[in-house]
């Protein structure tokens, strides 16, 4: 089954640690996204990347980066410079030019130790 | 700018009762509208769609209208079941070029459904 798997479910960050958010899609998408969802805030757009090897900066990019080496990967890396990481991260695909029609992931949870 | 505005939560109903969730947009132009649902520990599906005024979408017993003279796109089920409870993000999609990096989405609306 076509599908899009994040890992870990759950991840635990330390102090000054950099932690990275796997997110694999098998669907031939050729747009991937990373979102931050807080309690009550709704989605918060982090990065989003429309082909291999180009990505962009979505509303929250700061203390965050990703890469796009393959169509069906799009890490996400937390760094140390993201002072309130804590959050529930979802990843999505799509095809770029179907606006808004997106697949999501079953997302990580992470927490600062 | 483009923004979507839910009725604020959570909300409890018993089984089979109805269900009405509001939403209205402020965009420019002509948006797309859609509603998100996310079961627990989950991550967001599509429930339904509507690109233009007047567009009905339906899916699951859900349905929700476009309504371009109210600027709403209200969610409704005529009977809920236990199995409904999730939380209920309606979004937008502007109407210009480009993919879903512009998908405005509401804050999301938890639902609780009892027996």
């Known amino acids: 089954d076509g599908g899009i798997t994040q890992s870990p479910k759950y991840l635990f960050r330390k102090e000054g640690q950099n932690v990275t958010l796997s997110c694999e899609q098998n669907l031939n998408h050729d747009a991937m996204y990373w979102y931050r969802q807080d309690p009550g805030q709704g989605l918060r757009l982090i990065y989003y990347s429309q082909i291999v090897n180009d990505f962009q900066k979505g509303d929250i990019a700061e203390g965050y980066s990703v890469s796009r080496e393959k169509m069906e990967s799009f890490p996400l890396t937390v760094t140390s410079a993201q002072k309130n990481p804590t959050a529930f991260y979802l990843c999505?695909?799509?095809?770029?030019?179907?606006?808004?029609?997106?697949?999501f992931g079953s997302g990580t949870q992470l927490s600062v130790l | 700018g483009n923004s979507v505005t839910q009725m604020e939560g959570p909300v409890t109903l018993s089984e089979e009762a109805f269900l009405t969730i509001n939403c209205t947009y402020t965009?420019?132009?002509?948006?797309?509208l859609f509603w998100y649902v996310q079961y627990p520990g989950e991550g967001l599906q599509l429930l339904l769609k509507a690109t233009k005024a007047d567009d009905k979408g339906s899916n699951k017993g859900f349905e929700a209208t476009y309504r371009k003279e109210t600027t709403s796109f209200h969610l409704e089920k005529g009977s809920v079941q236990v199995s409904d409870s999730a939380v209920y993000f309606c979004?937008?999609?502007?109407?210009?070029?480009?993919?879903?990096?512009?998908?405005?989405f509401g804050k999301g609306m938890k639902l609780t459904v009892n027996p």
């Open positions: 965009a420019t132009g002509y948006p797309s």
């Open positions: 979004a937008l999609s502007p109407g210009t070029q480009g993919g879903s990096e512009k998908l405005v």
């Open positions: 999505a695909s799509s095809i770029y030019e179907d606006s808004g029609k997106l697949f």
